[in-house]
């Protein structure tokens, strides 16, 4: 099943490879062709790489925008030239440097493992806020923070010169002392997209671009989004650091003004170009503005001539001045964030390519899978109270459920259906009452914990992963689903579910491109995935007619058995409640009014005066 | 105890910028969940309008009503050029929209204007104090704050007394219900953007009459303040963000003249820090607004 080490390891090895092939001998091609002057634009371009492919990990995987990332360099810069510098220099520039700095010496190699460790603990502390406000406030507070640090770092830089030389004088090394051979940054660049593009299909890298695509979704899936942003985010910092430190090994020298704004905007600017999603579309990126910008850098310094004709004078001057390039970036921000937010390539990438073209339509669906028997276990919701202001959503409401049947609950529009589930699924805290799942007492557990202890639903407004296939949609949830789970139950493998789910033909197709059944199938294909005691679903059949909600309960039982799930299921489609159900509750005004058989249910006064008008049920 | 009262005075004088610009930033998040990072270029172009009046040999009585109308304008087009094709987009598209609306702004000056540093005169009362009992007062500080208390109460009116006031108040409670409700949703967004923008420019006159002087980037660090003080003051919370700009305001204050002499330039830097702590401890912000997804 998965890991798949040929797609999920070898394959990007070996995409990676070839990526980081093309790319360093593209750069040194160019140098040939350019001559030594290109060659301090080639090693700077390579080691922009590293940086970009380090922001990448965590800006593309968890859709977070950071500004922070070189604010981690500028703390591994100034780390790495404070441990790398020769004493002799030091005492020379900063003689008063804190904590006995200006007597240490431990050489380049061991001062980047230094700058690494020293800048990983700072992001440490930083991913907690980034976690916390992010959890209340989503991305957009987690940006400004990170934003801030860009700041701090660059103030304290700055006016704190016994530690870092100060604004103008900054760190130098003794000349000759700065790195004179490519071999390290063209080693550190293959480990970088060797490291960017495993991460993004390992487990973790997975869960975070699951949770990017929908957070609530991932959640109740069992995915915890701050672990894997955390993961993240530790892993793109010690990659930055890492390019940091070479980017001042090379300049032999740092100033505060080297890791600020500037370099934010260029390293944001490849990272979107290209396209952040995705490990070649970052160094993509990184090769087309460095061309772009050196291109502009050129022309507005000099103009240029076509057939003899000089372009740098009217009217073509108030385009070819300097600092052309600073408009060049600033337009492609925008012009892509305006008109191909994805970038160039979006997520493609070069194994994904090279697996589907080779695997082509070859392999056979699996045969017709096997159901797996539930384990008996019970859902106790008791007591249920939940006030939105002065309105009572829930009024002492409660059901049970065992795994072996499937449980309707039904009620007019606003009787607090999805109140109920949300409640159940830790999404609504109650004011009062219990869900208890077999001896685990969950109530008001955030969401992951309760889907890892059994309990996973689907969204009434489909809140499928969009940008992602319907094969990793499914193995998503399959990965978030299976950790945690102490017991060995036997559960269906992705390929089975994707069969049985009927969408073995789209298996490779993404979730936005599906119609609309389809999407409904592959959401419960989804929430079985992760091997739930329960699928609690709000409402599985709206918007579909009668024939296509007649097939959604074959689905739904199909889907139940396969996994050896019990159903909860919401739906005001009195047919279908009728035709799956063994057992259904009618809620209205946030109460239960009725529950039984289907059949008696119907026939039940209240449930027809409450859910029905008064009217006859056709 | 007196120098509190001085720190307080001169903190409120401060904060009033921030809070008017902290309000402008909010309004717009509330329309369009927009952050915007290039709250500031209204601060920018109006800076060159003032160098330019300066050129002239005009006062400012001149260029202070150049800056209002600039900061409006400046607001309106940098919604029709660049935010109108990115509503309803994810939060990165919009964040990073609005940063590379204030590169390209920048780049512009930078381009045809000058990387250097443009001055203009200061009028002659911003340095000319009184005193009350103990205490000297700016008389900038008086006439900025008496000018934003009016402008806030202004804004209040218009906020609650006005049909426009209340469809831009329901489309920040839930832009989708207002929509449905029949509150247009291109004149709501451009009347946001022009309170902003007129907002922007009020406090703009102000920063722009302490600093004396504009660079092509001139627009990151007001921007700063007003999108810190609305974060403080907890994103979405119009009353929040004010009541941000004031803290924020006053606590600059309090922290440059508190701060021990070698670590005084680090004001700024400590007052980042204290709004991490802030996020790590009460990450809703000071006001919490609630915001339930719907699901």
């Known amino acids: 099943m998965f890991p798949d080490r040929r797609r999920d390891v070898a394959l990007p090895l070996l995409g990676a490879a070839l990526l980081w092939a093309v790319f360093v001998g593209g750069g040194l091609l160019y140098e040939m062709v350019a001559g030594g002057a290109a060659e301090r634009l080639v090693t700077v371009m390579f080691i ?280 060049v970036l600033g337009v492609a921000m925008l012009g892509f964030m305006l008109w191909r937010p994805g970038g160039l390539l979006d997520d493609w990438e070069l194994d994904r390519w090279l697996g589907r073209t080779r695997a082509g339509d070859a392999s056979d669906p699996p045969d017709d899978p096997a159901p797996h028997s539930p384990r008996d276990r019970l859902l106790v919701v008791r007591d249920v109270e939940v006030a939105f202001g002065g309105f009572r959503a829930l009024d002492r409401a409660g059901i049970e459920a065992t795994t072996s049947e499937v449980v309707g609950i039904i009620g007019p529009n606003g009787a607090g259906k999805t109140t109920l589930v949300n409640v159940v699924t830790g999404v609504v805290t109650p004011d009062s009452g219990t869900v208890i799942l077999g001896d685990l007492d969950l109530t008001g557990r955030p969401p992951h914990h309760v889907a890892r202890a059994g309990l996973v639903r689907t969204f009434q407004n489909l809140r499928l992963f969009s940008a992602l296939t319907v094969r990793e949609n499914v193995e998503g949830a399959a990965r978030a689903g299976l950790r945690d789970r102490n017991d060995d139950r036997a559960v269906p493998g992705v390929d089975d579910l994707i069969f049985a789910a009927g969408l073995w033909e789209h298996a490779d197709r993404r979730a936005r491109e599906l119609d609309y059944g389809n999407s409904r199938r592959l959401e419960l294909a989804r929430a079985a995935a992760a091997a739930p005691d329960f699928l609690l679903l709000d409402e599985p059949t709206s918007g579909m007619n009668d024939a296509e909600s007649l097939a959604m309960v074959q689905q739904v039982r199909r889907m139940a058995a396969l996994v050896g799930a019990g159903v909860v299921v919401i739906d005001h489609d009195l047919n279908f409640i009728t035709s799956i159900c063994d057992r259904v509750y009618c809620l209205d005004q946030g109460r239960v009014i009725a529950q039984g058989t289907p059949a008696e249910v119907k026939a039940n006064p209240l449930v027809q005066r409450a859910y029905l008008g008064g009217a006859e049920p056709s | 105890m007196t120098e509190l009262t001085q720190n307080l005075i001169d903190g409120l004088g401060r904060g009033s910028i921030y809070a008017l610009l902290a309000l402008g930033v909010a309004i717009v998040f509330g329309v369009m969940h927009l952050l915007n990072f290039a709250h500031g270029e209204m601060i920018t172009v109006g800076g060159y309008l003032t160098y330019w009046t300066a050129l002239q040999g005009w006062s400012w009585w001149v260029a202070a009503p150049l800056v209002l109308v600039g900061a409006v304008v400046t607001s309106l087009v940098i919604e029709r050029v660049a935010f109108s094709r990115v509503r309803g987009s994810s939060d990165f598209t919009l964040l990073l929209t609005s940063f590379g609306v204030h590169f390209v702004v920048s780049a512009m000056f930078l381009l045809y204007v000058s990387a250097s540093v443009k001055t203009f005169d200061r009028p002659g009362w911003v340095a000319d104090t009184y005193a009350v009992g103990p205490l000297r007062v700016e008389v900038f500080d008086t006439v900025v704050i008496a000018t934003a208390v009016a402008t806030l109460l202004g804004t209040s009116l218009l906020l609650n007394r006005t049909m426009f006031g209340l469809s831009l108040r329901a489309a920040a409670a839930d832009f989708d219900t207002a929509r449905l409700m029949g509150v247009r949703s291109d004149t709501v967004i451009r009347g946001a953007f022009a309170l902003s923008g007129l907002l922007a420019g009020i406090a703009g006159i102000f920063w722009l009459m302490r600093a004396g002087s504009t660079v092509p980037s001139a627009g990151i660090d007001p921007m700063l303040k007003g999108v810190l003080a609305a974060l403080i003051g907890g994103l979405g919370s119009l009353r929040g963000a004010v009541a941000g700009g004031f803290v924020l305001g006053i606590a600059e204050v309090v922290l440059r003249s508190r701060l021990p002499d070698g670590i005084a330039g680090l004001t700024e830097g400590v007052v980042f820090v204290l709004i991490a702590l802030l996020f790590i401890f009460r990450p809703q912000g000071l006001v919490s607004v609630a915001r339930a997804e719907r699901v």
């Open chain 1, 48 to 327: 922009d790489a590293i940086v970009v492919l380090g922001i990448g990990i965590y800006v593309g995987n968890t859709g977070i925008l950071s500004f922070g990332h070189i604010g981690f360099g500028s703390i591994a810069g100034y780390t790495f030239a404070l441990f790398a510098i020769a004493p002799t220099e030091k005492l020379n520039r900063i003689p008063d440097a804190p904590f006995g700095l200006a007597e240490v010496s431990v050489g380049p190699w061991g001062a980047v493992v230094i700058a690494v460790v020293v800048t990983l603990a700072v992001a440490a502390v930083i991913g907690v806020g980034l976690a916390r406000s992010g959890a209340e406030s989503g991305a957009v507070a987690a940006t400004v923070i990170t934003l801030a640090l860009l700041f701090v770092t660059h103030e304290v830089a700055r006016n704190w010169p016994d530690l870092t030389g100060g604004e103008r004088a900054g760190l130098f090394f003794t000349i000759g002392g700065a790195l004179d051979s490519r071999i390290p940054v063209v080693v550190c660049l293959a480990g970088a997209v060797v490291v960017a593009r495993l991460f993004a299909t390992s487990r973790s890298g997975r869960l975070a671009i699951v949770a990017r695509e929908d957070n609530l979704a991932a959640r109740a899936m069992g995915v915890n989004p701050l672990v894997q942003q955390m993961i993240a985010l530790l892993l793109s910092v010690a990659v930055v650091s890492i390019g940091a430190s070479l980017r001042v090994y090379e300049d032999g020298s740092i100033l505060p003004g080297n890791f600020f704004f500037s370099y934010t905007l260029l390293t944001l600017v490849m990272l979107i170009v290209g396209g952040r999603n995705g490990v070649t579309g970052a160094i993509v990126g990184v090769a087309v503005i460095t061309a772009a910008r050196e291109l502009a850098r050129r022309l507005g310094q000099d103009g240029f001539e076509v057939f003899g004709v000089g372009l740098d004078g009217p009217p073509l001057d108030w385009v070819f001045r300097e600092n052309l390039q600073t408009v």
